[in-house]
T-cell receptor
Framework: AQSVSQHNHHVILSEAASLELGCNYSYGGTVNLFWYVQYPGQHLQLLLKYFSGDPLVKGIKGFEAEFIKSKFSFNLRKPSVQWSDTAEYFCAVNAPNDYKLSFGAGTTVTVRA | GAGVSQSPSNKVTEKGKDVELRCDPISGHTALYWYRQSLGQGLEFLIYFQGNSAPDKSGLPSDRFSAERTGGSVSTLTIQRTQQEDSAVYLC?????????????FGPGTRLTVL
C-alpha cells in the first residue's frame, strides 16, 4: 500500500512570497500523483495531477508541481502567493491499477495580506 | 453543471443509533468513492463503486459500515450502532470511471457527530 508524507503541517507567509509544499510517497512502482486544495468552507478540488510525461506539471491558479522519481517526491510550488491561496493542501497518490487515493495529512497555508 | 451533492450536511446522533448518509454523484460518472476525514486520521478511503458493484471495500473500518449504490447513481453509506469514534466528515467523490487517472470530484461532505 502507498503512504504519503507532507512534512509541513502549517505554513504562514505574506502575499507575494513564494510557496513550496513538500510531498513524499512510499511505493515501489509507478504512481499517479495529485494535489488537491480545500479553500475555507469549500469542498476538495483538484489543483493538478501527474501520471506520465513531463515531470513538471502546471495546474490551475498558477500552481505547478515537479515529480522527482529518484526522491519519491511531488512538491507543489507557486512563485507568488495571494491572500486567496489561504487553504488546506493535500497530496494524494494511487497506483496504476488502483482507483482509491491515499492522501497525506494535509498542509494548512495561511497567507497574510 | 451540478457537482457531487451529499445529504445531510450535518448529522448529530446518539451513540448506538443507525445513520444513513447519501451521495448524488455527477451525472454520467460511473465510479463513486467514499472517504472519511477525521482529526488525527486525515483522509481515509472507505469504499469504491464501479456502477452498482463495489470491487474495493477494503477501507470499511468494521462490519457496522455498509454501502450500496443503486441505478448506477445514488449511493448510501450506512453506519449501524454508531460509536463516538465514528465522528468525522464523510466525503463522497465521483469520477468518469474509465481510468485510474480520472479526476475525482468531491462533494461537500456530511459532518457526523456521535454523542
Amino acid at each position: 500500500a502507498q503512504s504519503v508524507s507532507q512534512h509541513n503541517h502549517h505554513v504562514i507567509l505574506s502575499e507575494a512570497a513564494s510557496l513550496e509544499l513538500g510531498c513524499n510517497y512510499s511505493y515501489g512502482g509507478t504512481v499517479n500523483l495529485f494535489w488537491y486544495v480545500q479553500y475555507p468552507g469549500q469542498h476538495l478540488q483538484l489543483l493538478l495531477k501527474y501520471f506520465s510525461g513531463d515531470p513538471l506539471v502546471k495546474g490551475i491558479k498558477g500552481f505547478e508541481a515537479e515529480f522527482i522519481k529518484s526522491k519519491f517526491s511531488f512538491n507543489l510550488r507557486k512563485p507568488s502567493v495571494q491572500w486567496s491561496d489561504t487553504a488546506e493542501y493535500f497530496c494524494a497518490v494511487n497506483a496504476p491499477n488502483d482507483y482509491k487515493l491515499s492522501f497525506g495529512a494535509g498542509t494548512t497555508v495561511t497567507v497574510r495580506a | 453543471g451540478a457537482g457531487v451533492s451529499q445529504s445531510p450536511s450535518n448529522k448529530v446522533t446518539e451513540k448506538g443509533k443507525d445513520v444513513e448518509l447519501r451521495c448524488d454523484p455527477i451525472s454520467g460518472h460511473t465510479a463513486l468513492y467514499w472517504y472519511r476525514q477525521s482529526l488525527g486520521q486525515g483522509l481515509e478511503f472507505l469504499i469504491y463503486f464501479q456502477g452498482n458493484s463495489a470491487p474495493d471495500k477494503s477501507g470499511l473500518p468494521s462490519d457496522r459500515f455498509s454501502a450500496e449504490r443503486t441505478g448506477g447513481s445514488v449511493s448510501t453509506l450506512t453506519i449501524q450502532r454508531t460509536q463516538q469514534e465514528d465522528s468525522a466528515v464523510y466525503l463522497c467523490a465521483s469520477s468518469l470511471g474509465g481510468a485510474v487517472t480520472d479526476t475525482q470530484y468531491f462533494g461537500p461532505g456530511t459532518r457526523l457527530t456521535v454523542l
